[in-house]
């Protein structure tokens, strides 16, 4: 299973983002999704996650600003992004917990590539 996210860019704070990531490959279930973030000399933070049943989680600092939500039909995840501020720049990464029906039924946690989101003031 891969996970491929899309949407990042350069906006002005206020402004708004739509991030995307889809999980792609064969014999799977993609169980409970998310997005984190990392700023340059800083660990990798929560931001949101979402399970297969639509329960969210947002980390304080974006509550409220930012919306969370999955297409299960498409094993997408989306994260919009509003009100954006400079504090929100940061490399996002999508992740997801999956289950793959092969010869052998195993579960696994995996990452999308990443992508960057910088807020100018």
């Known amino acids: 299973v891969q996970l491929q996210a899309s949407g990042g860019g350069l906006v002005q704070a206020g402004e708004s983002l739509k991030l995307s990531c889809a999980a792609s490959?064969?014999?799977?279930?993609?169980?409970?999704m998310g997005w984190y973030r990392q700023a340059p000399g800083m660990q990798r933070d929560l931001v949101a996650t979402?399970?297969?049943?639509?329960?969210?989680n947002y980390a304080d600092s974006v509550r409220g600003r930012f919306t969370i939500s999955r297409d299960n039909a498409r094993n997408t995840v989306y994260l919009q992004m509003n009100s954006l501020k400079p504090e929100d720049t940061a490399v996002y990464y999508c992740?997801?917990?999956?289950?793959?029906?092969?010869?052998?039924?195993?579960?696994?946690?995996?990452w999308g590539q990443g992508t960057l989101v910088t807020v100018s003031s």
């Open positions: 992740n997801a917990d999956w289950v793959h029906y092969g010869d052998v039924i195993t579960a696994a946690r995996g």
């Open positions: 979402i399970t297969s049943g639509g329960s969210t």
């Open positions: 490959g064969s014999k799977f279930r993609v169980d409970d």
